[in-house]
């Protein structure tokens, strides 16, 4: 092997890993907060990268209508747990939030798609979409059993990730989808070729790792969520409804999810069941960052990115397995080291 | 003047055992009323159920409005605050970011005159603020617990042993502040094992056993009263028998 091939190896494995770190950010946080292992993290991804896909040839996606459907359904959840004390204020404040909202962004989409959109509206688009159903999708299937175990949210979260999946294949169809570049610019050092994607990726990730620290370093709403994932008791005893929370980081996360769809869905072709194995990556990361710390998860992103890129060159066909068998030593190590902890109880 | 706090035939239970039993009682304004009892009769479990985290059967009402249908969220931005018996800090946040959020319901203009009453009763809070709270001793834990409550301007603040585990002298500390609170217009509902101590502060006092009030009365009375002094003060006189 020379040295080009090698860098063009770690190019690729760091690009890659950056989409990794996101998706690995994102299921820490949500894990921290709610204690979810987000399985549906990958369907995110592919909402989000099908839905812009679908937008930039001027469809409309089946998205759209998943979020109006979601939205009407937590409103009847709302409905159902106000039942003995219906509160006006408290019914109108649902009902904007669950169904005059996924309304507006069905009409919006209605009204702006088409094949001459501009890109920045098609992202736009997507991105609320997939926010939309991300908040729906913790209020209807996490928001009810959050005082459970790990184990029971692992459950619902592994049913939603069938579910959505299913769904995907109805929306997007058993062929995969391309989309439109961010840009078509490109930059050439030495032996490298960035094109103006693979910058966008790196330049977005760094973006939203800083963006993401400023919010929980900085700002009360952050330091609210981090203190639900600290003492959750002691978050409601100041105040802080564990349910607004959760629906925070469940928006944080299909955001995130839905910008690492779309950053590579012009580089490689998503199909509706490709989020998963891009999310397990992403897991892969949090796992050696313990889904407890960020910077450990974004380093081991990278790592995971750098051992599929090199992988793929030299054992195509082990690729998966390879990046996979990662977790093995890492388990055992972790397994070692840490004391055994009980399962917080409440 | 009609009470602030005020609970009526309360139940709670763990499953099929019943832990408080029928029990009754109300704080008013300014008032700090103590509930005094051993160890395991049920005075934490009183004070959480009144504070949402455990269900309570019986009615509850708080200025005047009955908390029902209200969850722990609700309790607080109507100004009911829990200093919970474990303290319940965020560790791994420094001392002024756990303030922070102890305002985290009431406007920003009001969370800064916050940090200062709570930094003018706790001068060694400040000295700390930048240190993360799960490395504070003991003492300045519950220092900061009780400056995280009263950050949201509560008007009854329940404290849930104060006293456990800290040494004499900051607890004479934590009693002396107590105090002060009613100055500033915030009355307390103080649960203690550290019977004495907490008659000494108090207006009025309940002596639980075994889920229910079996006194209550003006402090003084209960401080003077055989058979509390026999089983909570320590003095033993001739010929009472323990309870």
């Not at chain 2, 319901?105 to 400040?126: D, N």
Request: glycine letters at 10%; proline letters at 3%; a neutral charge.
């Amino acid at each position: 092997m020379n040295t080009t091939i090698m860098l063009f190896l770690v190019q690729d494995g760091i690009t890659n890993g950056a989409i990794y770190a996101l998706l690995g950010l994102a299921l820490v946080l949500v894990f921290a907060v709610t204690r979810v292992i987000l399985i549906p993290q990958g369907e995110f991804v592919t909402y989000g990268a099908l839905s812009y896909a679908m937008l930039a040839t001027g469809q409309v996606p089946g998205t759209v209508w998943l979020a109006m459907a979601m939205g009407i359904a937590a409103f009847g959840f709302d409905l159902f747990d106000a039942r003995r004390s219906l509160r006006l204020k408290r019914i109108l404040r649902s009902l904007v939030f669950n169904v005059v909202m996924p309304a507006a962004i069905l009409a919006l989409t209605y009204r702006l798609a088409g094949p001459k959109t501009p890109i920045a509206v098609n992202i736009a688009l997507s991105l609320l979409i997939v926010a939309a159903i991300g908040l729906y999708l913790y209020r209807l299937a996490f928001q009810p059993i959050a005082h459970t175990s790990v184990l029971v949210l692992l459950i619902a979260s592994v049913g939603c990730h069938l579910a959505l999946q299913g769904l995907g294949l109805v929306f997007f169809g058993a062929e995969g989808l391309r989309g439109p570049a961010l840009s078509n610019a490109a930059l050439t050092i030495g032996p490298l070729r960035f094109t103006g994607q693979s910058l966008a990726v790196y330049g977005l990730t760094v973006a939203f790792i800083i963006a993401l620290w400023l919010f929980f370093g900085f700002t009360l709403m952050g330091k609210a969520l981090r203190a639900t994932a600290v003492n959750r008791l002691g978050a409601r005893l100041v105040g802080i409804r564990t349910t607004l929370s959760g629906q925070i980081a469940f928006l944080l996360a299909s955001l995130i999810g839905a910008i690492s769809g779309i950053l590579i869905v012009p580089i490689t072709t998503l199909y509706y069941d490709t989020g998963f194995l891009i999310g397990l990556k992403g897991f892969i990361a949090a796992i050696i960052g313990g889904l407890v710390s960020y910077p450990l998860t974004a380093v081991a992103a990278l790592l995971v990115g750098s051992v599929e890129a090199f992988s793929s060159f030299y054992a195509s066909n082990f690729k998966e397995v390879i990046v996979f068998t990662l977790i093995l030593p890492v388990l055992m190590l972790r397994s070692l080291a840490a004391p055994e902890v009980e399962e917080e109880k409440d | 003047m009609s009470a602030l706090l005020s609970v009526s035939d309360a139940h709670v239970s763990y499953g099929k055992v019943e832990a408080v039993r029928s029990v009754s009682l109300d704080v008013r304004d300014n008032e700090i009323v103590t509930i005094i009892g051993a160890n395991g009769a049920g005075k934490t479990t009183l004070l959480n159920a009144i504070m949402g985290v455990l269900p309570l059967k019986g009615t509850t009402s708080f200025a005047g409005t009955d908390m029902a249908l209200l969850d722990i969220e609700d309790r607080v931005a109507a100004g009911l605050s829990l200093v919970p018996e474990h303290r319940e800090l965020f560790a791994t946040m420094n001392v002024e970011d756990n303030l922070q959020l102890g305002a985290f319901r009431i406007p920003k203009a009001t969370a800064a005159k916050s940090f200062e009453r709570v930094y003018t009763l706790f001068p060694r809070l400040k000295e700390r603020r930048k240190q993360l709270a799960g490395t504070l001793s003991g003492g300045e834990q519950q220092m900061l617990a009780m400056g995280r409550a009263l950050m949201g301007a509560p008007r009854l603040l329940m404290l849930d042993e104060p006293s456990l585990g800290l040494a004499p002298i900051i607890v004479a500390d934590i009693f002396r502040t107590i105090g002060e609170l009613r100055a500033a217009g915030v009355s307390v509902l103080l649960v203690e094992q550290n019977a004495q101590a907490a008659l000494q502060i108090a207006d009025r006092a309940y002596v639980m056993e075994l889920g229910e009030f079996i006194l209550s009365g003006s402090a003084k009375d209960i401080a003077g009263n055989q058979r509390v002094a026999a089983s909570y003060l320590g003095f033993q006189h001739e010929g009472t028998s323990g309870i």
